[in-house]
């Protein structure tokens, strides 16, 4: 067993040096794919995580009519948590919403009656969904009609850059990973052509098709791997620089670590499993010609 997984490993490996120019081709494109990949990932991540310690800012309040009673001011908080845009309603009675403003705002709310109504704290399902939670809120009977409010700007700013985040992801990213496949692609390919006596004389011989073309999509992944580890190593190294500048010149603090295991595991999984498909699609067309 330990004697087969050697030859198959060897003629992989033996295969990556005779078309080593190749290789380099297949590893770097498909290294700036995942680089790029990951590069926007984490951007993502980082958006979503700075959107996450802003839940007052991102809220919608939902503001009753003053003479509202409760108990249809509570059927309205129902009618709201059953929209599909909405993650999480918060009831804020008007006694405790005073209360809030008065702790704030103690100078101001000195000797004055609450004139506040009950309200909700709404915490939405995506960031650019405020828009159209706001105009169904206020078309509810019940709800005062300039009684939703929210930071368009911010909700604005955020679904953008999500928007960007996601659009570069597919366009670039979708054509550095076409890029490389087609170069891991012509580099198996190339590599049966090279191969192709030897590979005949296996099969007159009476060798497997497993023991021919293992080490064909073994060398897709080991490319893929590589292309991987080159990408996350890259990432680890820019994120770092960057890290150290922001914390040169900010005084907002430490920024986040790095998530080096998450990084490096996703990264090399997926070029490992890309490397594998584009090999196997180089594989099974070349039969014909072997």
């Known amino acids: 067993m330990l004697d ?3 030859f198959l490993f060897s003629e992989a490996f033996l295969s990556l040096r005779r078309n080593l120019w ?7 494109t498909s290294a700036m794919a995942l680089l790029l990949l990951g590069g926007l990932g984490l951007v993502y991540m980082r958006i979503t995580e700075f959107a996450a ?3 007052g800012k991102l809220d919608v309040r939902v503001y009753m009519e003053y003479e509202l009673d409760r108990d249809l001011a509570l059927e309205i908080g129902d009618e709201i948590a059953a929209l599909p845009e909405v993650a999480k309603v918060e009831f804020v009675p008007r006694e405790k919403g005073w209360e809030q403003y ?3 705002f103690p100078n101001i709310t000195h000797d004055l009656e609450n004139p506040l109504p009950d309200s909700y704290n709404v915490r939405l399902q995506e960031v650019g969904d405020a828009d159209a939670v706001a105009s169904k809120v206020l078309a509810i009977e019940g709800v005062d009609e300039n009684g939703v409010e929210y930071r368009s700007d911010l909700h604005k700013f955020l679904d953008e850059a ?7 992801g597919v366009g670039l990213g979708g054509m550095m990973g076409l890029t490389s496949g087609v170069l891991i692609y012509n580099a198996i390919r190339m590599a049966i052509l090279a191969r192709r006596k030897e590979i005949r ?9 497993a023991t021919v073309w293992t080490p064909l999509l073994i ?27 922001i914390a040169s010149v900010s005084t907002l603090g430490d920024t986040s670590r790095f998530p080096t295991l ?16 584009c090999s196997a699609i180089a594989v099974r067309e070349p039969r014909r010609i072997v």
């Open 162 to 168: 999500i928007r960007l985040i996601k659009l570069l």
């Open 201 to 209: 004389i296996m099969q007159l011989v009476g060798a497997s098709r």
């Open 262 to 277: 998450l990084a490096f595991s996703v990264l090399i999984i997926t070029g490992a499993l890309y490397g594998l498909i």
């Open 4 to 6: 087969r997984l050697e």
């Open 219 to 245: 060398e897709g992944v080991i490319q893929g791997i590589l292309g991987g580890a080159v990408a996350a190593s890259v990432l680890w190294l820019a994120y770092g620089f960057t890290r150290a500048l």
């Open 102 to 104: 008065q702790e704030q």
């Open 53 to 55: 310690t802003l839940p």
């Open 22 to 28: 190749m290789t380099f081709a297949a590893v770097t």
